[in-house]
């Protein structure tokens, strides 16, 4: 014992979590020689403890060590000799019968062209036979299945399919046979399990419960408090709780457990049922959370972890959280492997183990100093949580969030009765929709106060900042915690530490309010770094207003860009055609900044884009309009010309060949005269110059971001001083061209690319336009 807490389990936890993290990154031989080693080393250890019996700690961390190392050995070798492993690596063809182990979840990312991400949806399966090259065999072992959504999506984890797809390796650090890439509905499909089907109708009464009484937001937020069902919550519902560090409410954890069985347990208790009683009523709630919500990383560690936890109540021994926590994460290692390299499942532990190790004496502390009992609890557990987990948040997203205490302190006592409510609705939605729609209906304020706080704390100027990602960025966070940490606690530091706060907040702040920066006055347009895809803003001359043209392949990139540049009206946003790289960023947008009408042209596929475009326009009320070729529309600072497509054109081509259906706009700003292609291509390009009309500008926006199909004879009838490439970094499409890129520079023109630059301003300047980028707003250039 150390200080009031148990720690004799935690180096064997951590043993266990370093040993199988070996074995999942470096393979079964480094798993195979440490399990050697702690063989070899086990009767050195046994002749200490004999003569020092306090030894036997090292001893029990030692024989857990190679119990965990033998067991990735064993698995690993199985794995990397399976035949399905063995026809992955030649990237043969395969007939499997599998069994699914979770549903197919739609894929959730950037789209692009006339394709979407979340068309392909990613299962997990064990398999039972596998046919390769004509063999037929039976070969068991996990599989992730890539498949059509359309033709997945009623399935659940329990069904029995057979597919044929291509098997490729899988990701280092997974312990599967191989990633198996499917383009077909499954066949021979057995009947789903009872209890998972059943468990598939509880959420779907979930969600249409709350898609029947609550606000579009909140009818998405109650499933992910719930059973994690994030599907329903809209893209800029999402950014606000990422950046306001609310992201964990919408991850089913040891809180939404801890929720529901503390639930179960009070009303137990107010009946005066005995420890034994309330621990069976608690375990069968925690069986039908866990049936219910899936078996995700972090319910499994939840469950575990409260089961042992249940075992101590009936057994009446004094409950101790720190080995509780240690022997969950021993026991869900020793048995799933795969957890160990589970970002989810790193959160929950760490943020447990911070509130087990740091709220209780920062709660005390702050009791010490005069705060009330209640408010020194609400105010340690999110502060304690963050700190301990911000580390790995960084190293994941690359971003810190400066708001996350407040936003969990103001939105966490609303969490459980939402949750609970939610339940209750879960529940009693296959009996009555009327009683099913009254417990969400009590649900309703508690998520409305949710939305609110994620709403205005990511609202506010710099609620995240970047940080460095990947392990380099989450040691350096996690080291300045530790000395932090180290250093707050001589009272002498912490006046010095409220001090330096205190001279930043009344000095630097308004000083760096006074130094030029981003966004830069006067900028006319601006190629805002979307990604692989185009996300345009011209500014009309009006204060806080500007046109936006295209809104990129990201959810969220375009509405940052915005925020950035301090746009709080839209009256006009173009999509110059439906492909995903150029419209996907719509709906963030609308929900973040009241846009006046949308426009697109006279090709209206690809279908899907069309209606997504329709539906997110009427969910915020905005008229969706045609843009037509000879159109004029004008602001103070702003005129915009319509060149392009010709209508007769456009209906003779698919979604596949939109491009050179794409909207074509001269744009006469203050800094000159800017020509926006969308992605015309050759063709596109030719009956451009053959129109007649003046093509000449003093800045191009590059069509198709660089690509090759770029004519030079298009690029001389433009003859721009500034091209802009809106370019994804290490983009897999080889843009832009060298080929453009050299034409271009060969010509006098100067070629901006935003992968390079990041957001892209465009002013006027003396002697014609001039730039500045958003990685270095000191520095403005001339034409």
Not at 290 to 297: I, T
Not at 311 to 332: C, D, H, K, T, W
Request: hydrophobic residues 50%.
């Amino acid at each position: 014992m150390t200080a009031g807490l148990d720690l004799r389990l935690v180096p064997a936890a951590l043993a266990v979590w370093a040993v199988t993290l070996t074995g999942l990154l470096a393979g079964w031989v480094p798993a195979a020689v440490l399990a050697s080693l702690a063989l070899l080393a086990a009767p050195l250890v046994w002749q200490v403890v004999h003569s020092r019996p306090t030894a036997r700690g090292a001893l029990v961390v030692l024989l857990l060590a190679g119990v965990a190392a033998t067991g990735m050995a064993v698995r690993g070798y199985g794995i990397e000799h399976h035949p399905v492993r063995l026809a992955a690596e030649h990237g043969e063809r395969a007939t499997l019968r599998v069994t699914l182990t979770s549903r197919p979840t739609p894929l959730r990312g950037a789209a692009f062209g006339a394709r979407r991400a979340q068309d392909r949806s990613v299962a997990r399966a064990e398999v039972r036979t596998a046919e390769i090259a004509g063999r037929r065999m039976r070969a068991g072992g996990p599989v992730v299945l890539l498949v059509p959504t359309a033709g997945w999506r009623d399935l659940v984890a329990g069904q029995q399919v057979t597919v044929r797809g291509e098997v490729a390796p899988p990701r280092a650090g997974e312990l599967t046979l191989a990633a198996v890439q499917v383009f077909h509905p499954p066949t021979e499909i057995t009947p789903a399990p009872g209890w998972q089907r059943t468990a598939e109708d509880l959420r779907e009464g979930l969600r249409r419960v709350s898609a029947d009484v609550l606000s579009p937001a909140a009818a998405g937020l109650l499933p992910g408090l719930v059973v994690g069902d994030t599907g329903g919550l809209p893209p800029e519902v999402e950014q606000d709780f990422e950046t306001a560090g609310l992201s964990h409410l919408t991850a089913v954890s040891g809180a939404n457990l801890a929720i529901v069985c503390g639930a179960v347990l009070g009303l137990l208790y107010l009946v005066g049922a005995g420890p034994v009683v309330s621990a069976v009523g608690a375990a069968l709630a925690l069986v039908g959370f866990v049936v219910l919500a899936g078996p995700e990383p972090s319910v499994l560690r939840a469950a575990v972890m409260g089961a042992i936890t249940l075992l101590a109540l009936v057994f009446g021994r004094q409950r101790s959280a720190l080995p509780v926590l240690a022997a969950s994460v021993i026991s869900l290692l020793l048995f799933q492997p795969d957890l160990a390299a589970s970002a989810g499942f790193a959160l929950s532990v760490v943020a447990t183990a911070g509130l087990v190790l740091l709220a209780p004496r920062w709660s005390a502390s702050l009791r010490a100093s005069g705060v009330p009992i209640g408010v020194a609890e609400a105010i340690a557990v999110p502060l304690a949580a963050h700190v301990v987990t911000a580390p790995l948040i960084a190293a994941f997203s690359g971003a810190i969030s400066l708001v996350a205490v407040p936003a969990n302190l103001l939105a966490g006592p609303v969490v459980a009765p939402a949750t609970v409510f939610g339940v209750l609705a879960t529940v009693a939605a296959p009996a009555s929709t009327w009683l099913a729609g009254a417990f969400a209906w009590l649900a309703a304020p508690e998520l409305e106060w949710i939305l609110l706080v994620a709403d205005r704390a990511a609202a506010i100027p710099g609620a995240a900042f970047d940080w460095p990602s990947g392990t380099v960025g989450g040691l350096l966070l996690a080291a300045l915690v530790v000395v932090g940490l180290v250093a707050l606690r001589g009272k002498r530091i912490r006046w010095l530490v409220a001090v330096a706060v205190l001279l930043g907040a009344l000095v630097l702040v308004p000083v760096r309010g006074m130094l030029p920066g981003w966004p830069v006055p006067g900028w006319s347009m601006v190629a805002c770094d979307v990604g692989q895809g185009d996300g345009l803003v011209l500014a009309t001359g009006r204060p806080d207003e500007a046109v936006v043209v295209d809104t990129g392949p990201d959810s969220r990139r375009a509405a940052e860009c915005l925020h950035r540049l301090g746009v709080r009206r839209i009256p006009l946003a173009v999509l110059t055609h439906l492909h995903a790289d150029h419209v996907s960023g719509l709906a963030a947008l609308m929900g973040k900044i009241p846009v006046d009408a949308v426009a697109v042209g006279p090709l209206r596929q690809p279908a899907w884009a069309l209606d997504e475009v329709v539906r997110d326009a009427r969910a915020h009320r905005v008229p969706v309009l045609p843009m037509p070729s000879g159109q004029r529309v004008s602001w103070p600072g702003l005129v915009l010309d319509v060149l392009g497509p010709d209508p007769a054109l456009a209906r003779t081509q698919s979604a596949d060949d939109a491009n050179d259906a794409s909207i074509v706009l001269l744009a006469t700003t203050r800094a000159g005269r800017v020509l926006l292609t969308g992605d015309i291509e050759l063709p596109g390009q030719g009956r451009l110059v053959v129109s007649g009309a003046d093509l000449r500008a003093d800045v191009l926006k590059i069509p198709h971001h660089g690509s090759r199909y770029t004519t030079p004879r298009f690029l001389q009838a433009v003859r721009p001083r500034l091209a802009v490439i809106s370019v994804g970094a290490g983009n897999s499409y080889g843009h832009p061209s060298p080929f453009v890129v050299d034409t271009l520079t060969r010509a006098g023109t100067r070629v901006l690319r935003t992968d390079q630059e990041g957001d892209i301003a465009i002013l006027p300047g003396p002697q014609g336009p001039r730039y500045v980028s958003r990685g270095d707003p000191l520095r403005a250039t001339e034409s």
